[in-house]
């Protein structure tokens, strides 16, 4: 009864690892979907990407473009997501900053459901962490210069910011 009951459990435990993180974040279409909507103030905007490669796969990949000098892109498996990367080039001019800022809270909205306060502090925390760390950097005089930092969420989910001399990233990845 005992090894019955421990199988059981087991295999119910294997079960959920398995279906937990890919339940974590949402399909590609409704994560488009809701980036296009919430950031209409932003013309956040797609497009799917040509990549021409030797190689095939089955991996899709979109453009998100904006009117705030900020640009993206969506990497998917079939409608699964599996990475988006926001970018902006340094030094930030005009709208960049905000609009970088404001892509992210949208990302993690869309794809991680969090309202906006929790988004917007996760993202300033990021931010001043990969600040805090490219400094470090340029004062260690590393052959890289740069400011990395990242969240595990729950879910297999993983957030992170990085900051170098030319450009920003944001991004949220499927760990699995």
């Known amino acids: 009864m005992k090894r019955t009951g421990g199988a059981v459990a087991l295999a119910a ?8 993180p890919a339940a974590a974040l949402p399909g590609c279409d409704s994560f ?20 021409v490669s030797r190689v095939h796969t089955n991996t899709i990949n979109y453009d998100i473009s904006t009117r705030a000098d900020v640009d993206g892109t969506l990497t998917c498996q079939g409608d699964q997501f599996v990475r988006f990367e926001a970018h902006v080039l340094e ?13 992210q809270e949208l990302a993690m909205r869309a794809a991680l459901g969090w309202d906006g306060g929790k988004a917007r502090a996760a993202s300033k925390s990021l ?3 990969a600040r805090d760390y490219l400094a470090g950097s340029r004062e260690r005089g590393d052959a890289y210069i ?19 001399e030319i450009d920003r990233a944001f991004v949220i990845v499927q760990e699995n």
């Open 146 to 164: 740069a400011g990395k930092t990242e969240r595990h969420e729950p879910g297999g989910v993983g957030i992170g910011m990085i900051y170098t």
């Open 91 to 103: 030094p930030l001019r005009g709208k960049a900053a905000e609009g970088f800022a404001r892509l």
């Open 13 to 20: 435990a294997g079960l959920l690892a398995l279906c937990g």
């Open 127 to 129: 931010a001043a962490e």
């Open 32 to 51: 488009l979907q809701k980036m296009r909507a919430d950031g209409a103030e932003l013309g956040v905007d797609y497009a799917r990407a040509l990549v």
